[in-house]
């Protein structure tokens, strides 16, 4: 949840991104923490985000994890706990009903929670990872473990090897089919809704610039300004679950 007020976006500027919604053949969406605030999930980097409460370095690091697996996976347990007690909010859900309907459509999301599917979406891009899907460090397998508390921390996989999570720690990199995908949707999108992201993190936050690069419009969500705001064609302030459905048609 934004800790701040804002104004309410001009309904003319919103009657704008309708307009261009209705005429986008290519629609492309990323999405952030933000827009899964309004879920009761905590962001990253803003009041009450979890790199005001954790360091990144301890935590969400490849080095962190050869050093303290347990605690490691004690945080990412945890995040487990609050993101299996979480629903999808009304944002989730208006881009369940964008893409509905619609032959050219994708959404990317650095999130990993999982929210998105949750609500309904299909075409889906994990950037970073999912949180609910465990890798072994040995073999290598991947699979989905849906338990939370894990009754064993760290958990292991069948080989005896320590699973550790399906997500993307700083130092590494992204999945090599998600990111290629992501990037040629970006490149091919006529519209780009960039939603409840810092724009701060790369290559994600990158997108914007390939998809402008290539001809579209970004039209960014946001309750608050970022470095790709003075980049969008337009932005509108205010929360994701309140702005998002607003942009469906009447
Ligand atoms: P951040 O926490 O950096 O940014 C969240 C953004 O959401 C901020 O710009 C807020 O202003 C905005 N926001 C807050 N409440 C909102 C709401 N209700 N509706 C819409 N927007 C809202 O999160 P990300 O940009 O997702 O990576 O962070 C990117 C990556 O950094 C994450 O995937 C994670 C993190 O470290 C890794 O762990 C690798």
């Given at each position: 949840?934004?800790?701040?007020?804002?104004?309410?976006?001009?309904?003319?500027?919103?009657?704008?991104v309708r307009v261009w919604l209705a005429a986008a053949a290519r629609l492309v969406?990323?999405?952030?923490?933000?827009?899964?605030?309004?879920?009761?999930?905590?962001?990253?980097?803003?009041?009450?985000?979890?790199?005001?409460?954790?360091?990144?370095?301890?935590?969400?690091?490849?080095?962190?994890?050869?050093?303290?697996?347990?605690?490691?996976?004690?945080?990412?347990?945890?995040?487990?706990?609050?993101?299996?007690?979480?629903?999808?909010?009304?944002?989730?859900?208006?881009?369940?009903?964008?893409?509905?309907?619609?032959?050219?459509?994708?959404?990317?999301?650095?999130?990993?929670?999982?929210?998105?599917?949750?609500?309904?979406?299909?075409?889906?891009?994990?950037?970073?990872?999912?949180?609910?899907?465990?890798?072994?460090?040995?073999?290598?397998?991947?699979?989905?473990?849906?338990?939370?508390?894990?009754?064993?921390?760290?958990?292991?996989?069948?080989?005896?090897?320590?699973?550790?999570?399906?997500?993307?720690?700083?130092?590494?990199?992204?999945?090599?089919?998600?990111?290629?995908?992501?990037?040629?949707?970006?490149?091919?999108?006529?519209?780009?809704?960039v939603v409840g992201t810092s724009s701060l993190v790369y290559p994600a936050a990158?997108?914007?610039?390939?998809?402008?690069?290539?001809?579209?419009?970004?039209?960014?969500?946001?309750?608050?300004?970022?470095?790709?705001?003075?980049?969008?064609?337009?932005?509108?302030?205010?929360?994701?679950?309140?702005?998002?459905?607003?942009?469906?048609?009447?």
């Amino acid at each position: 949840m934004t800790d701040h007020l804002h104004p309410e976006p001009d309904p003319l500027v919103i009657d704008q991104v309708r307009v261009w919604l209705a005429a986008a053949a290519r629609l492309v969406v990323t999405t952030g923490a933000g827009i899964s605030a309004e879920s009761g999930i905590p962001t990253f980097r803003g009041p009450g985000g979890l790199w005001r409460r954790f360091r990144a370095e301890d935590l969400a690091t490849p080095e962190a994890f050869r050093r303290d697996p347990r605690l490691v996976w004690e945080w990412y347990d945890w995040r487990r706990g609050l993101i299996a007690q979480a629903a999808p909010n009304a944002g989730h859900l208006a881009l369940v009903e964008m893409e509905q309907g619609r032959d050219s459509f994708q959404l990317i999301t650095q999130n990993v929670d999982g929210l998105h599917q949750r609500a309904g979406s299909q075409r889906v891009i994990e950037v970073h990872g999912n949180i609910w899907r465990v890798r072994c460090i040995d073999c290598g397998t991947e699979s989905l473990n849906l338990e939370t508390p894990l009754p064993q921390l760290p958990p292991r996989c069948p080989c005896g090897g320590m699973l550790r999570p399906g997500v993307v720690w700083f130092g590494e990199d992204l999945p090599r089919t998600a990111l290629e995908t992501a990037w040629s949707a970006a490149e091919q999108g006529d519209l780009m809704l960039v939603v409840g992201t810092s724009s701060l993190v790369y290559p994600a936050a990158a997108l914007p610039d390939i998809a402008r690069r290539h001809g579209a419009r970004i039209v960014e969500i946001n309750p608050d300004p970022t470095p790709l705001s003075d980049r969008a064609d337009l932005s509108l302030r205010g929360s994701a679950a309140q702005i998002l459905p607003r942009l469906l048609s009447p």
